[in-house]
């Protein structure tokens, strides 16, 4: 009897130990799986092409590889010779450990409109002096063209076109626009002339003046102010910026679009890259100064910076084994506009 139970219970232990084995072995493949890694080769229609995971930027152009684990992923590709962008959602199986993703035409995404509204402002003059600085309506086409040129020339490229720009034109040309203190136009002036404007209608609102010359009527140098806050206007809840150049604008323009003619894309990023697409995720330059637009010289990009604005644009600033900047995603996402009416994606 001894002889029965003692092998009886022989035969149980190893039955338990026999399970547990089991249930070891079965937890250690699922680990296995769940640890285990696909490298996945990356296809698109134009080689050299910018390849982005998630929204970010690899580092790397096609054709490429990159290692995956098991999961659910969105594949970019910034194409350079037509400047477009596409995009497919991808699933990774651990089942295998090779997989091939070709992107193609049909990818392709269809851009987000960014409507703006410029305003050429004839006549302004400072809070403390009768002397009016003018520039005529004809001065003031020079500077929507050049408006224009900027964003269409070097914008939509730079953000493979996810971003098409249309534009409006209102002028203050009947009255005289009284600055501030400082000799800003700033969002509250600028309200009081144009009051009509509604939530949504515009992603950007520019006005633009002359700040006088030395000897004549002058009220300041050119300079460029844009607001960090992108929904500063009120009710439209749009973005605000303001320009004045002084003098001979003809010559300025000339001399800009040869140089530097990103003074309007310049102003337009503060109101986009400070605050408005970094509280809407993703990761950006580190600034010393409180300025993420103005880091430029800390991650060794030089005047006149239209290589910085597009890096930014892009996502492609490198930071340290890291890609940081808006990305194509982001613009994708959401518009200014859009954020006001709440309908981002």
Request: with cysteine; aromatic share 14%; net charge negative.
């Amino acid at each position: 009897m001894k002889n029965y139970f003692f092998k009886l219970g022989l035969k149980l232990f190893c039955s338990f130990f026999l399970l547990l084995s089991c249930s070891s072995s079965s937890n250690d493949d699922e680990l296995s799986t769940t640890n285990s890694k696909v490298v996945v080769t990356i296809n698109s229609p134009e080689n050299n092409s910018d390849i982005y995971l998630d929204g970010v930027y690899t580092g790397k152009t096609t054709p490429n590889t990159l290692t995956l684990r098991a999961g659910d992923y969105t594949i970019g590709i910034g194409q350079k010779n037509s400047k477009t962008y596409l995009k497919k959602s991808i699933k990774i199986n651990t089942a295998v450990t090779t997989q091939e993703i070709t992107l193609t035409n049909t990818d392709i995404q269809d851009p987000k409109i960014w409507k703006t509204l410029f305003v050429g402002v004839n006549n302004v003059k400072s809070p403390n002096g009768d002397c009016v600085s003018t520039y005529s309506t004809e001065q003031l086409d020079a500077a929507f063209d050049f408006f224009k040129f900027s964003f269409t020339n070097y914008v939509e490229p730079y953000t493979y076109n996810t971003t098409k720009w249309e534009f409006d034109r209102r002028d203050i040309n009947t009255e005289t626009v009284v600055l501030d203190n400082e000799n800003v136009l700033a969002p509250s002036i600028f309200e009081s002339h144009i009051p009509d404007l509604q939530i949504g209608d515009y992603d950007l609102v520019v006005t633009f003046f002359n700040g006088g010359k030395n000897g004549d009527c002058f009220i300041q140098d050119f300079i460029g102010l844009g607001w960090f806050n992108a929904h500063v206007l009120s009710p439209s809840k749009s973005a605000y910026n303001t320009i004045r150049y002084y003098g001979d604008i003809e010559n300025a323009i000339t001399q800009a679009k040869q140089n530097d003619p990103g003074v309007f894309i310049h102003e337009w990023l503060h109101t986009v890259v400070e605050i408005f697409y970094p509280d809407n995720g993703g990761t950006y330059p580190n600034p010393r100064n409180g300025s993420i637009l103005h880091a430029a010289p800390d991650y060794d990009y030089a005047f006149p910076w239209m290589t910085w604005y597009e890096d930014l644009l892009k996502g492609k600033v490198k930071s340290g084994s890291k890609y940081v900047g808006i990305g194509p995603e982001s613009l994708l996402n959401c518009t200014v506009r859009a954020s006001a009416k709440g309908n981002c994606n």
